[in-house]
């Protein structure tokens, strides 16, 4: 017979067993209300969030066209980027760099894709070529913005290739 | 006869290296075929793409010295998966997943063998995700009533920061 203190062992070793699991798999992470509402009221819609270890490089919609912004999460500031939003640049695509020196990205311009590397600390806006024929959709730099890693369409199927970024010592 | 001959030879050989080693402006690194969506590591030496395992969008994660693909232990059950980011390491995978027709973010902690999901408010769907190198926020775009809002989230209490000086490879 089972008596009711064995009931009562019984279920708090269910209990424990269930917070830990719980605990595993189910972490909570915090959201930074006042961050996040700063992003809305002064980004508007965001697309293509690349985040840095300090900064946040992203597509924001201003009066229904894209325009490629980065900002400094310590001090809130959107960083000025001279050269890089030209009237006739439409971005798809981008990818910041650990140190948000170097922004990667892709843009239709004059009626064709073509994919550049804008260097903050210099003001330059490096045109990169693909070895492969394609049109370029998504990019991924890595940290030290010394590769890229681009997806492209070529012949209907989407194909990636690595692109190592000239000028990087 | 033969001199003349093995004068041509010679010349050729010479005009021909010499043709082949001009205009090389970025070297391909490597050539990846019907893979997307592709995230490099910070440290630029792992990529983690989005390959097609039977009929359904699956992430792998791949070492890019060695091209040997690394394993992941928990995502599989959480197929279509989309956008994946990788912190500096590739420690931390954050990937889109699903949970029935629920769509969810994942993030694997490989050093650790460590699942977690991150619950999202209701009705938030989201698109893009970004975790920054050290793993200490994480971005994720999300689409409600159509329009596209970005969340920033917090991960330094939960998680421990992906080191860049190589802790774990």
């Known amino acids: 017979m089972i008596n009711l203190k064995q009931i009562i062992y019984f279920k708090c070793v269910i209990l424990s067993f269930t917070f830990l699991l719980h605990g595993c798999y189910s972490l909570s992470f915090r959201q930074l209300y006042g961050l996040n509402s700063f992003l809305y009221k002064s980004f508007g819609s965001i697309d293509q969030p690349s985040l840095g270890v300090d900064f946040l490089g992203m597509l924001s919609n201003y009066n229904g066209r894209e325009k490629i912004a980065l900002l400094d999460l310590k001090t809130r500031r959107a960083l000025s980027l001279p050269g890089i939003n030209r009237f006739d640049f439409r971005p798809i695509s981008l990818s910041i760099s650990a140190d948000g020196n170097k922004i990667a990205f892709i843009t239709e311009v004059s009626d064709q894709i073509k994919l550049f590397v804008y260097t903050k600390k210099t003001g330059s806006l490096q045109p990169l070529y693909l070895s492969s024929k394609g049109i370029p959709q998504k990019l991924s730099m890595d940290g030290l913005g010394s590769l890229l890693a681009v997806e492209f369409v070529r012949e209907g199927r989407t194909l990636v290739d690595l692109v190592k970024i000239p000028g990087y010592l | ?169």
């Not at chain 2, 954050?94 to 973010?105: E, F, L, S």
């Open chain 2, 1 to 169: 006869m033969i001199r003349s001959r093995l004068f041509f030879l010679i010349f050729s050989s010479i005009l021909l290296v010499s043709c082949t080693s001009n205009n090389k402006p970025i070297p391909r690194t490597s050539f990846l075929e019907s893979q997307a969506d592709p995230a490099l590591s910070g440290d630029g030496k792992k990529i983690a793409l989005i390959v097609n395992r039977n009929g359904k969008p699956s992430v792998q994660l791949k070492n890019l010295k060695t091209g040997k693909i690394l394993s992941l232990l928990h995502l599989s059950k959480y197929q279509p998966h989309s956008s994946p980011s990788l912190s500096w390491n590739g420690r931390y995978l954050a990937v889109i997943g699903h949970m029935g027709k629920r769509k969810m973010v994942i993030l694997e902690d490989r050093m650790k063998r460590r699942m977690h999901k991150l619950s999202i408010p209701q009705g938030l769907i989201p698109i893009r995700i970004s975790l920054s190198p050290h793993a200490r926020k994480l971005a994720i775009q999300s689409r409600y009533s159509d329009e596209d809002k970005l969340y920033i989230y917090d991960l330094s209490n939960t998680l421990e920061a992906d080191s860049s000086f190589g802790l774990y490879r």
